[in-house]
């Protein structure tokens, strides 16, 4: 009885911290919801971000126009900026974000931002 219960508390704790690892990016369908962690300072329309996981979402999943970018937490806004439809012709294999050309030096800038298996994004209209 004994080993049966080492043998159940280790697989438990092994499924919790399998359950409770953190992914680089994650989505949610109904209001897009996706994390994403960059491992260099970028920038979005009115604000810089440094290195660190963001909350991407729609402000209103209706008219999917409004991106909002929230802290990992979701506690702290940083920005809310109007995106433009963006197509891909096949679904995304992975999480997709490409970035403007900027100077040397520069953080990159956020251009789209495209989820596994979909195939449109929202492209930041900078």
């Known amino acids: 009885m004994q080993r049966f219960s080492s043998v159940f508390a280790g697989a438990l704790a092994v499924g919790l911290v399998i359950g409770l690892s953190t992914r680089t990016a994650q989505a949610s369908d109904s209001d897009k919801l996706t994390y994403l962690t960059f491992s260099g300072p970028v920038e979005i329309p ?66 789209t931002a495209l989820s596994t298996g979909k195939m449109s994004a929202n492209a930041n209209s900078q």
Do not use: C, H, M, N
Request: hydrophobic share 40%; net charge positive.
């Open 46 to 111: 009115g604000v810089g971000l440094p290195a660190g996981t963001y909350a991407f979402k729609l402000a209103d999943s209706a008219t999917s126009r409004v991106v909002q970018v929230f802290s990992k937490d979701g506690r702290k806004l940083y920005a809310t900026f109007f995106a433009l439809p963006d197509t891909r012709l096949s679904p995304a294999a992975g999480t997709i974000v490409t970035f403007y050309e900027t100077p040397a030096g520069s953080p990159e800038a956020i251009k």
